[in-house]
């Protein structure tokens, strides 16, 4: 069974950010990692890959014209084949085949930003996707910056409560939109010491079938060293569920 993780991280210009995503490969045995949130300059992109993934490991960014890359991801070429199909700023999205069989999928990696202009930019973006692969299987993983409901929101502040709603509006579209239906979904939080406020994040996943069967080779996966934030949704809209590493 092969195995692919996301990570939602910042700080990864630390030394020690980077062998915790390390770390994590090697002890889950991962294939494929998605690493979002990196806020990597260019001339730090290289010397943070070669501490963040195996050497054996080919890799691939989302840089294009703004200050940073935000996604990165990492796979194992003994297992899969990887070939870019867009890049945004807020999105990579690359078609994966599996080198000992003829399945494949899409695989759309996510950082979202905060505004709601940006964001309306990615559900484009995403909507894009969807219409030039309609019949595709399709994963998608990373942080949207967003809820499904606004009633999943943890907590936080009421004048805030219009954008969540927008938000949520457009997910809800957007699952509409692709057909996909929720499976799975966990909450985690963290405390902001300072101000003992709770804080929430989404981290999705979403997967789309084309075929009953094209993806059960595969195991999702996360592991949450030290205290950091996730929220992670997994959604698909065929009837058979593939193995979660839960």
């Known amino acids: 069974m092969v195995k ?42 290289q010397a943070t890959v070669t501490n963040c993934f195996p050497k054996d490991w080919l890799w691939m960014d989302n840089f294009t014209n703004g200050p940073v890359a935000r996604i990165l991801l990492g796979w194992d070429t003994d297992v899969f084949s990887v070939h870019l199909e867009f890049k945004y700023e807020q999105i990579l999205v690359v078609k994966v085949e599996l080198c000992q069989s003829n399945k494949s999928f899409l695989l759309s990696v996510v950082y979202g930003h905060n505004g709601i202009i940006d964001l309306r930019a990615l559900w484009q973006d995403l909507r894009a996707v969807h219409q030039s692969h309609p019949n595709s299987a399709w994963l998608q993983m990373g942080d949207f910056n967003t809820v499904r409901l606004s009633s999943e929101r943890l907590v936080g502040p009421i004048k805030g409560e219009g954008q969540v709603t927008i938000r949520a509006n457009w997910i809800k579209s957007f699952l509409i939109l692709t057909g996909l239906i929720l499976f799975h979904m966990l909450k985690l939080c963290f405390y ?17 079938l084309e075929e009953e069967s094209h993806l059960n080779f595969l195991t999702f996966g996360y592991n949450i060293p030290g205290f950091n934030k996730f929220w992670f949704l997994l959604g698909m809209r065929e009837w058979r569920v593939p193995q979660c590493m839960f």
């Open 4 to 45: 692919i993780g996301a990570w939602n991280i910042r700080g990864l210009n630390d030394p020690l950010k980077q062998k915790e995503v390390r770390s994590i490969i090697f002890s889950n045995k991962f294939s494929l990692m998605g690493v979002v949130e990196t806020k990597l300059r260019l001339p730090n992109i």
């Open 192 to 208: 902001l010491q300072a101000s003992l406020t709770i804080v929430s994040y989404l981290l999705l996943w979403f997967l789309h």
